[in-house]
């Protein structure tokens, strides 16, 4: 397993859960730190190109662990279910594009709140229809292009619609596609899921990303998750991948960065050692 860490742009609002922002800046630290990649958080390829971070991963020798989207949807108003079809319409083109940079850089997609929410005069299962019908144009794109989806079930004080692991999970075999899976977050797991390390092991076979955050969504080790036990979970079921700090940038972005690492680095060295 790898760690790494999300970052976004100087313009990435509050709700852009990332410690640093501004991409050459923050993508130093990540190295600095020592850690072993960097979660891009976008809200559409024009970023990627404007804040020219081609050039920037040229310089820093960090790979991309994934792009997450979590600025479509709260800076740019975009998600796959809105009511209107040409927000829907639009929703689809960010992510072929976010798709298409991540052919390069991770070969992960992330989608979070951008799948949309059950609102006012919308059913539960016309939601599921009208994120069906987005997911059916982009999973051949990403397929095309080499690229995992990864769905983040996200709390209940935050969306009405795939919630849990488990109810994320269902949702994903459902549609069968050996492109799309499951990203866990462990924050939401801890108020959603049942026991966080018993639904990794009956969902181990759609875990294709993983979020690290403590129950606070401070840095591990300021809340009451068992990061020992979780990571010897990952283990367990044969994960292998990216695992990404997502958390709040208090005290100040330096210190939970640097919390973060202390804390986590020698949790995933001893993983390490012992696949060697």
């Not at 050039?55 to 662990?65: K, T």
């Not at 940079?101 to 005069?121: K, L, Q, T, W, Y």
């Not at 050996?178 to 899921?193: A, Q, Y």
Request: proline residues 5%; aromatic residues 10%; hydrophobic residues 40%.
């Amino acid at each position: 397993m790898h760690l790494s860490i999300a970052v976004a742009s100087k313009q990435a609002g509050d709700s852009a859960f990332v410690v640093w922002r501004g991409f050459e800046q923050a993508i130093q630290k990540a190295v600095e730190y020592g850690f072993d990649g960097v979660e891009l958080a976008l809200k559409s390829a024009d970023e990627f190109k404007d804040e020219g971070l081609k050039e920037i991963l040229r310089r820093y020798p960090v790979p991309v662990s994934c792009i997450s989207t979590g600025q479509v949807f709260a800076a740019s108003k975009l998600w796959f279910t809105h009511p209107q079809s040409e927000i829907r319409e639009q929703t689809v083109r960010v992510f072929q594009s976010l798709i298409e940079i991540a052919s390069e850089h991770g070969g992960i997609v992330n989608i979070g709140r951008a799948r949309g929410f059950v609102g006012p005069g919308q059913t539960r299962e016309e939601v599921e229809a009208l994120f069906l019908q987005g997911l059916h144009i982009i999973l051949p794109y990403a397929e095309k292009y080499e690229v995992k989806l990864v769905v983040e079930p996200v709390n209940r004080y935050e969306t009405n619609f795939l919630n849990s692991v488990e109810e994320a999970s269902a949702f994903s075999r459902k549609i069968g596609h050996p492109n799309l899976r499951v990203m866990p977050d462990v924050f939401h797991m801890n108020i959603e899921d049942d026991d966080i390390c018993a639904s990794f092991k009956r969902n181990a076979d759609q875990v294709g990303y993983v979020h690290l955050a403590d129950s606070n969504r401070y840095s591990p080790g300021r809340g009451h998750l068992d990061f020992a036990k979780i990571l010897d979970t990952l283990e367990e079921i044969g994960y292998t991948g990216w695992c990404s700090l997502e958390i709040l940038p208090e005290p100040t972005p330096d210190l939970a960065a640097k919390r973060g690492i202390e804390f986590l680095k020698p949790l995933f060295d001893a993983k390490k050692g012992a696949e060697k």
